[in-house]
């Protein structure tokens, strides 16, 4: 009886381990021996999108070392658009609009820092905006977009951004991409959407790595997403 229990729980440990070392699946390479135009790249990645809703978890470091953790929920809309909302142990405690490229404080306190980051989210997330005078390079496995202020670094084959440069202010903010995912939506034009589900942002000292949770694609708005604070 001791050996089959053995046999067993080796049995279920080999399982574990090898779900464990299991492959991501990979997005399909459906643009692999496609050239495309830089207008043809845009139409393809915006789609149908005019709204996102994310539900994510986002981690601070300072000087490589952790500093902070906090849980959001993101909202985005074209043009220039973004509300996020952050909590702590379930309870708000900050609520900020950026309406073109401006933070605004609905409530509570959030620290520079992270208005700083609800303002580079935007053209990370929709980064396909604000393209119009962009010009499009093309290398073996990449297409480099290139316009006066950044330079985001595409996959050719599956159109996912890989990386993104952003000079601000006389200084550089990078943007990593990783761990593309499959949000579900039989309800739209295009099914099988793929997103990098990892987004790090590097900002001066800190870096911020926003892991998203939850993907919605154009989801209704509610009343009171999007509300600017009242004049004082």
Not at 10 to 38: M, N, W
Not at 168 to 187: C, F, G, M, Q
Request: net charge neutral; proline share 5%.
């Amino acid at each position: 009886m001791r050996d089959k229990k053995t046999i067993a729980s080796c049995f279920l440990l080999l399982t574990f381990y090898l779900l464990g070392c299991a492959p991501r699946v990979a997005p399909p390479s459906l643009y692999k021996d496609i050239d495309l135009s830089l207008e043809e790249v845009i139409t393809i990645a915006q789609g149908d999108i005019n709204i996102l809703k994310a539900v994510v978890g986002i981690n601070i470091e300072k000087d490589n070392k952790p500093y902070s953790y906090v849980d959001a929920s993101l909202l985005l809309k074209k043009p220039n658009w973004l509300q996020m909302r952050l909590y702590r142990f379930g309870l708000l405690v900050g609520n900020f609009l950026v309406k073109d490229n401006v933070v605004h404080a609905v409530s509570g306190k959030g620290g520079d820092k992270l208005k700083e980051l609800g303002k580079e989210l935007y053209s990370s997330v929709f980064w396909w905006e604000g393209l119009e005078d962009a010009l499009m390079y093309k290398q073996d496995t990449e297409y480099i977009i290139r316009t006066k202020n950044k330079e985001i670094r595409l996959d050719k084959s599956t159109l996912l951004p890989e990386s993104q440069e952003i000079t601000a202010n006389s200084k550089k903010i990078y943007i990593l991409y990783d761990r593309p995912k499959k949000e579900v939506d039989t309800t739209r034009s295009r099914a099988d959407f793929w997103y990098p589900s990892l987004i790090k942002i590097e900002i001066g000292a800190y870096m911020f790595t926003v892991k998203v949770e939850k993907l919605f694609i154009n989801p209704p708005l509610e009343e009171n997403d999007f509300k600017e604070p009242e004049a004082e």
